[in-house]
C-alpha cells in the first residue's frame, strides 16, 4: 500500500470547491497563460470529473495537469481551503502509477531499485551524462530539476568542486552540555550551494550547538513530487526518517524551505509514523528567533555602510505562514537595511520541477518579480531557499539587472563576527 | 454537435492554439460560481477585437449560440452554454490601453482584471470606485455586462456611473463605437447604457473608456455594534436622512457576527445583535467632523460599543471581518442560496423585518449582511440540501421574499444580475410590457439568437411571457 494520500483521500475537499473563481487572483500559471484549465478551479474541476468517471487521464488532461507550481498560492485565497496543491501531487502520481513514469522518473526508480548502487551513488560516485552532475546521486531532486545538460536559455550555478559533504565530517562537536541538532542540508546546498551549507554550521556553531549532518540523508522529495514519483517519495522519506533516528536531536534544521516544506510539512501527510520526525523540522530563520538570535543581532550597533536588502517569500515557508520570521531576521541585522518589495510573496517560477517542462511559463512568471524588485532599489534579493535563489537570479539576468539573489544567512553570518562567542 | 468544417474555420481566425474541443477544456468552460454545469461544444480564445468580430459573424451565418466569459465568477450563470455553442473567453484581452492623467479617462480591454485596473489608475493618484468583492480575479468586461457594484457604491454608484464609450462586437459580427472620451455626449440614442447590464446577450465589449475620479486623500473606518438589528437598520435611514452620504455602510445581522466570532475568534460581545461598518473618505479635516456626526446621528439607536481605527493597519482589520463573512457562513448549514435583492433606504428596516418573518414561517435560516447603505441586502438562505424538502423550502422563501423587496418598491437584483438564476422572476419586477419591449429589443439586434441565448427571459417570443 501506498504511503502517500490518494486522489480518493481527497475526495470531500475536492466537492469541497464553490466555483467561485478566486483562485485565479493568486495562481502563477494562470496568470501566465489565462488560461482555466492551469488554474486550481480548473484542475479540481477534473479531478472531480476523473473521480466521477467522467474523464480518463487523457493527454489533455495530464497537460493541464502539469500547468502547477504545486505553490499552494490558491490554498491561501481560497474560502474552503481546498488544497489544490496536495490533489494536483495526488493526480500525478496517478498519472505515473497508470501512465508510467517518464523516462527520467524511470532512471531514477531502477537505481533505487538497487540500494548497493544507490549508496555508491549517494556517497558521490561519478554518474552518468551531464558532466554538471558528476557529483550529484541519481536519486536526487536535481536530476529531476535539469534532466538533460540542453538547457542553454536557462544560466545555472556550476556544480560545486567539494560538495558540503567533503568539507564536512557527520558530526561536529560543539559547546560541552549544549544539545545536538540535525541539518538536512538538501540537494541544492550539498551540491550546488555548500557555501550557504558552510554558513549554516558557522552561525549553528556560534550558538554553541553540536551538528549531526549525517552524509547518508538524500533528497527530500520534493521534486519527486512534483513529478509524480511516488515511489521514490517513499523511498526517499524512509531512509531520512531512519538516518535521522540514529542520533538524538531534537531538532532537524533546514536552510531550504523546499526541503523544510518537504520533510516537515509533506511527511507529516504521509501515511506512515513520521509525525515524530516531521516534528522536529524547523527552517532555520525560525530557529534563530527561538533561540533568541535575533534579539542579539538586533542590539548591535548599526554599521555605517549598509547593505539595501529586499525579501522574496519561498513559497514552502509562506504556505506554512513563515512570513514573520525572515523579515525578523532581516530587520534585526546591523549590516542591513531592509525594505520591502512589491510581490514579494509572488512565486518565483521553479515549482519543484515545472521549469524544466515549461521554461518558458516558469521564465514568464518569474519576470513578474522584477518591476517590485526594481522599485525596492535594492542590491540584494535575500531568499530562504537556494532553489528561488537560483530561479531568482536566472530571472534578474534575464532582466539585466545588477542585483544578486542570495540567502538570508549570508548576511547573518556576516554579522557574526560583532556577537561575542556563545549563546 | 459543431462541425469540424466550422472548428477549422475558427482555428483560421484565432490560431489553433485559441480553440480546443477537447473534453477537458469543454469540462473547465461548462460552469461558474453558480456552480451549474453546461458543456460548450468548443472553447475559443480572442486576442482582439477583429478576432471577435469574425467569430461572431461566423457563428451568426452558422447559427452557433456564442457565450462571451470574463473570469466566470458570475453568480447568475451569465456565461453558462446552456444552449451548447462557443463559449469565447476575453481573458486574453487584458491590456489597460491608455490612462489619461489629462482627462481622467482610462481606455482599457474588456478582460483586464478590476483590481489589476484599480491599482494601476491609483498608482498614478486616479480613482476607479466600483469594487465588487470579486474585483481581484472578476474582468471590467463581465463588471460591465453585470453592472456590478460593491461597498463604495453608497457614495460613488455603480460601473455604469464611470462608462464614457465603448467598442462593440455586434451580434452581425460588426464593429460600432459608443460614446466617447467627452464627460458630455447627446449624439444619438445612449447605446453606452444598452450594452451596460445586458448580461452579453446584446453585444460583445471589447473596448471601454472609463471616467475616473481623484484619489481621495484619506478616509475613516469604524465599526459599530447595536443592541438590535432595528437599531441597526434605523441608523442607516437616520444617516442619509441626516444628508450625509458615506463611502460605505455595510452591515452584518445576529448570525453573520456569530458566524464570524466562530471562524475568527474576533471579540464582539454576545450583546451586539448587529453590526454596521461605517467608512468615510475625503480630506482629513473634514473626516473627523463626518465622523462625529454619523456617531452623533446613531448615538440614541442602542449602542453596545464602537470601533474607530485611526491608521490604514485598523482599518483593514476590520474590513477583515466583513470580508471573512462569505466563506464563514458554511457554520449554518452547508447550502446557501445567495440573493442580494435591493430596496429604497429608507425600507431597510421593513425589509430585515420581513425576513425575519419569512425565515420563521418557513422554517429555514436566513442570514443577512451587505451593502445597506444602497438598500442592497446580501441574503442568504442556509438550508441542508440532503434534507427532503429542503430544495423546496428554500424556493418558496425565496420567491416570498423577493416579492417582499419588489411590494417595497425594490428590485430582485441590485448587483448580480439575472442569468438564468432569476430568469423564473423576472415577471415579478417587470410588468409584460416592460419585458415584451426588451425582447423586441433583443430580437431587433439578435434576430439569429445566437448571443448567450436562454438568459434573462425564459421565453422566447414575447407574446409567451407569462409572469408569476
Ligand atoms: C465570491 C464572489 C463575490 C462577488 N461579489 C460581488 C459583488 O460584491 N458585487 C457584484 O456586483 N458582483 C459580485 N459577484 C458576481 C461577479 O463577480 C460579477 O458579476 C462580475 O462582474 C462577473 O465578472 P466575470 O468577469 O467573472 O464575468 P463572467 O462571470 O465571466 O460573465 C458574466 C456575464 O458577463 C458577460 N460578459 C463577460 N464579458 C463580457 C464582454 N466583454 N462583453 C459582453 N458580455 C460579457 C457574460 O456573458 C456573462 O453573462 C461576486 C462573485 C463571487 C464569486
Ligand atoms: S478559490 Fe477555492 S473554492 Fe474558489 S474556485 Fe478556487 S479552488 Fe474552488
Ligand atoms: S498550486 Fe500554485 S500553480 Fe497550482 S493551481 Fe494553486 S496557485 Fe496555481
Given amino acids: ?423 | 454537435m459543431i462541425e469540424d468544417r466550422v472548428v477549422r474555420i475558427l482555428e483560421d481566425i484565432v490560431g489553433k492554439d485559441n480553440v480546443t474541443t477537447a473534453k477537458t477544456d469543454l469540462i473547465t468552460h461548462s460552469y461558474d460560481a453558480t456552480q451549474q454545469k453546461f458543456l460548450p461544444e468548443v472553447v475559443v480564445h480572442a486576442e482582439n477585437t477583429e478576432q471577435v468580430a469574425k467569430v461572431v459573424r461566423r457563428a451568426n451565418e452558422e447559427k452557433i449560440p456564442v457565450l462571451p466569459r470574463g473570469a466566470g465568477s458570475g453568480f447568475t450563470g451569465g456565461t453558462l452554454p446552456v444552449e451548447g455553442g462557443i463559449v469565447l473567453v476575453l481573458t486574453k484581452m487584458d491590456k489597460i490601453i491608455d490612462i489619461d492623467t489629462d482627462n481622467l479617462t482610462a481606455v482599457v480591454e474588456p478582460g483586464v482584471v478590476t483590481a489589476n485596473f484599480q491599482k494601476a489608475v491609483e498608482k498614478v493618484g486616479l480613482f476607479y470606485p466600483p469594487d465588487p468583492a470579486s474585483q481581484a480575479y472578476s474582468t471590467l468586461g463581465g463588471n460591465l455586462a453585470e453592472n456590478a457594484g460593491g461597498p463604495r457604491c453608497v457614495k460613488y454608484g455603480v460601473t455604469k456611473d464611470y462608462i464614457l464609450g465603448l467598442e462593440v462586437v455586434t451580434p452581425q459580427g460588426d464593429i460600432i463605437k459608443t460614446g466617447g472620451q467627452t464627460m458630455k455626449n447627446v449624439v444619438g440614442y445612449d447605446l453606452t447604457r444598452l450594452f451596460v447590464g445586458a448580461e452579453g446577450t446584446l453585444g460583445i465589449i471589447t473596448k471601454i473608456i472609463f471616467k475616473l475620479l481623484p484619489k481621495p486623500a484619506a478616509k475613516k473606518t469604524m465599526l459599530v455594534q447595536f443592541e438590535t438589528i432595528d437599531g441597526a437598520a434605523q441608523s442607516v435611514s437616520e444617516i442619509i436622512r441626516g444628508k450625509i452620504i458615506p463611502t460605505t455602510l455595510e452591515f452584518m445581522d445576529a448570525t453573520t457576527i456569530d458566524c464570524v466570532r466562530k471562524a475568527t475568534g474576533i471579540d464582539i460581545p454576545e450583546a451586539c445583535k448587529a453590526v454596521l461598518i461605517i467608512e468615510v473618505d475625503g480630506d482629513p479635516d473634514v473626516l473627523e467632523d463626518q465622523a462625529s456626526r454619523i456617531l452623533k446621528i446613531i448615538e440614541p439607536l442602542g449602542i453596545v460599543g464602537t470601533r474607530v481605527a485611526n491608521t490604514p493597519e485598523e482599518s483593514e482589520d476590520i474590513w477583515k471581518v466583513r470580508r471573512s463573512v462569505s466563506a464563514s457562513l458554511r457554520k449554518v448549514n452547508p447550502n446557501k442560496f445567495n440573493e442580494d435583492i435591493v430596496v429604497p433606504r429608507s425600507k431597510v428596516p421593513d425589509m430585515i423585518r420581513a425576513l425575519e418573518g419569512i425565515s420563521q414561517r418557513h422554517g429555514v435560516p436566513i442570514v443577512n449582511f451587505g451593502h445597506a447603505g444602497d438598500g442592497n441586502i446580501h441574503v442568504n438562505v442556509m438550508v441542508d440540501l440532503k434534507i427532503e424538502g429542503m430544495d423546496k423550502k428554500a424556493h418558496d422563501a425565496i420567491e416570498e421574499l423577493f416579492q417582499a423587496a419588489v411590494d417595497l418598491g425594490g428590485s430582485l437584483s441590485g448587483e448580480h444580475g439575472i442569468g438564468i438564476a432569476k430568469a423564473p422572476y423576472l415577471g415579478m419586477e417587470l410588468d409584460q410590457a416592460a419585458i415584451a419591449y426588451m425582447q423586441t429589443i433583443k430580437k431587433a439586434l439578435d434576430p439569429n439568437g445566437i448571443l448567450n441565448p436562454g438568459k434573462i427571459f425564459l421565453e422566447k417570443q414575447p407574446n409567451e411571457v407569462v409572469g408569476h
Avoid at chain 1, 480518463?56 to 500547468?67: F, V
Avoid at chain 1, 538533460?148 to 560541552?176: H, Y
Wanted: proline letters at 5%; glycine letters at 10%.
Fill in chain 1, 1 to 423: 500500500m501506498s504511503k502517500h494520500k490518494t486522489l480518493k483521500d481527497f475526495e470531500q475537499q475536492i466537492r469541497e470547491c464553490v466555483k467561485c473563481g478566486a483562485c485565479q487572483a493568486n495562481c502563477p500559471t494562470y496568470g501566465s497563460k489565462r488560461k482555466e484549465g492551469a488554474v486550481a478551479r480548473g484542475k479540481i474541476t477534473l479531478a472531480a470529473s476523473v473521480l466521477d468517471g467522467e474523464t480518463k487521464l487523457e493527454k489533455e488532461l495530464l497537460q493541464d495537469m502539469s500547468m502547477c507550481m504545486m505553490c499552494g498560492s490558491c490554498v491561501t485565497v481560497c474560502p474552503n481551503k481546498v488544497p489544490t496543491d496536495q490533489i494536483v501531487g495526488a493526480m500525478r502520481r496517478q498519472i505515473t502509477d497508470e501512465k508510467g513514469m517518464s523516462l527520467i522518473g524511470k532512471g531514477v526508480e531502477t537505481v533505487l531499485g538497487h540500494p548497493k548502487l544507490m549508496k555508491t551513488l549517494i556517497k558521490g560516485g561519478a554518474l552518468a551524462s551531464p558532466l554538471l552532475f558528476k557529483k550529484v546521486p541519481e536519486s536526487s531532486g536535481l536530476r529531476l530539476r535539469f534532466p538533460t545538460p540542453i538547457m542553454n536559455k536557462r544560466t545555472i550555478p556550476p556544480m560545486a568542486k567539494k560538495t558540503l559533504f567533503d568539507r564536512f565530517p557527520e558530526f561536529i562537536e560543539g559547546k560541552p552540555g549544549m544539545p545536538t541538532v540535525g541539518f538536512f542540508t538538501g540537494c541544492s546546498i550539498t551540491y550546488m550551494y555548500p557555501e550557504i551549507g558552510e554558513k549554516m554550521v558557522r552561525v549553528l556553531k556560534h550558538m554553541g550547538f553540536s551538528i549531526y549532518m549525517p552524509h547518508s540523508q538524500g533528497c527530500c522529495g520534493i521534486p519527486g513530487l512534483s513529478s509524480g514519483a511516488g515511489k521514490l517519495v517513499e523511498k526517499l522519506a524512509e531512509n531520512n526518517v531512519k538516518v535521522f533516528g540514529e542520533r538524538k536531536v531534537d531538532h532537524i534544521v533546514t536552510a531550504c524551505a523546499s526541503c523544510n516544506g518537504g520533510i516537515g510539512e509533506y511527511y507529516e501527510t504521509m501515511k506512515a509514523d513520521y509525525d515524530a520526525f516531521a516534528h522536529k523540522v524547523v527552517d532555520i530563520q525560525v530557529f534563530l528567533q527561538q533561540q533568541g538570535l535575533v534579539e542579539k543581532l538586533a542590539a548591535l550597533p548599526k554599521w555605517d555602510k549598509r547593505t539595501r536588502v529586499t525579501y522574496h517569500d519561498p513559497c514552502h515557508l509562506r504556505l506554512q505562514g513563515i512570513t514573520k520570521e525572515p523579515r525578523a531576521v532581516l530587520k534585526a541585522l546591523p549590516n542591513i537595511d531592509f525594505v520591502e518589495m512589491e510581490g514579494a510573496g509572488k512565486c518565483c517560477g521553479l515549482g519543484g520541477t515545472f521549469s524544466v517542462y515549461h521554461y518558458d511559463t516558469s521564465k514568464d512568471i518569474g519576470a513578474k518579480k522584477i518591476p517590485g524588485l526594481k522599485e525596492s532599489g535594492a542590491s540584494h534579493l535575500a531568499t530562504a531557499c537556494p532553489g528561488c535563489i537560483m530561479q531568482l537570479q536566472d530571472n534578474i539576468n534575464h532582466a539585466g539587472l545588477s542585483v544578486e539573489a542570495c540567502h538570508i544567512l549570508d548576511f547573518v553570518n556576516e554579522a557574526l563576527d560583532d556577537l561575542k562567542e556563545g549563546r
